[in-house]
């Protein structure tokens, strides 16, 4: 089943501590952006790329896109000052499509084969989030004090790509701006529809770059598979 993909890509890099749009930082020689891009790019069920952007980095966008031939971009839209306005951005311009991912620009290591799983399942239910299970003892603490230990069996840690089909992420999304709700992620705004949302297990590669650290992890994950790939 084919689908079309909103990436927000309007952040600043503050916690990435790197003074420009982290999404520019080169993970081995190609910038981060692009490794997201091209998963995209080269899926063939991938109709549609769709990049919330700053106004005054549209330009420098534009050309990185035709360096390296990443033709699926629709539109560039503004983002937002916050993650959810820049994804409605990208809504308001989507014309009718079966399934909409919205996916973290900055989580270049996201599997074709995931991607697909959360497709059918968001085709099937509405709406499907990447997640894995929370491997680490989980506590809940209030004031610098352990209140109790957390069953993590039951606990996910959520990643993205989130799916939905289109006329339910739309309604979602009009329904917190008419409101002036700001949720934590796409997933959330679908639930207080009381639409249930359901979990396709994903993998710990698909990680997002978000500080100095991650950089180092990425290199690795792309090096290993460079290997794997002889």
Not at 3 to 8: D, F, G, H, K, Q
Not at 53 to 63: D, G, N, T
Not at 204 to 217: A, H, P, R, S
Request: glycine share 6%.
């Amino acid at each position: 089943m084919q689908y079309e993909v909103v990436l927000p890509a309007a952040g600043s890099g503050k916690r990435m501590g790197a003074g420009q749009n982290k999404l520019f930082l080169n993970l081995l020689g190609k910038p981060i952006l692009i490794h997201t891009l091209e998963v995209f790019e080269q899926d063939s069920k991938c109709t549609g790329i769709w990049l919330a952007v700053k106004p005054e980095e549209r330009s420098y966008i534009q050309a990185m896109l035709e360096k390296y031939r990443i033709l699926k971009v629709k539109g560039l839209p503004d983002g937002g000052a916050e993650r959810q306005h820049s994804v409605h951005s990208c809504m308001k311009e989507m014309e009718q499509v079966d399934i909409v991912l919205v996916h973290d620009a900055a989580r270049p290591f996201i599997s074709h084969d995931i991607i697909a799983n959360l497709v059918q399942s968001a085709h099937k239910y509405g709406a499907a989030i990447a997640g894995v299970r929370a491997k680490d003892t989980m506590k809940k603490v209030r004031d610098g004090v352990i209140e109790e230990t957390v069953d993590r069996d039951s606990l996910w840690m959520i990643q993205t790509p989130q799916a939905f089909q289109f006329d339910l992420i739309v309604e979602a999304e009009d329904v917190a701006e008419k409101v002036g709700f700001l949720g934590t992620d796409e997933a959330m705004l679908v639930e207080r529809l009381g639409h249930a949302v359901h979990i396709v297990e994903s993998s710990y590669e698909n990680v997002k770059m978000t500080t100095k650290e991650d950089l180092v992890f990425g290199e690795a994950i792309l090096r290993k598979r460079a290997l794997d790939a002889k």
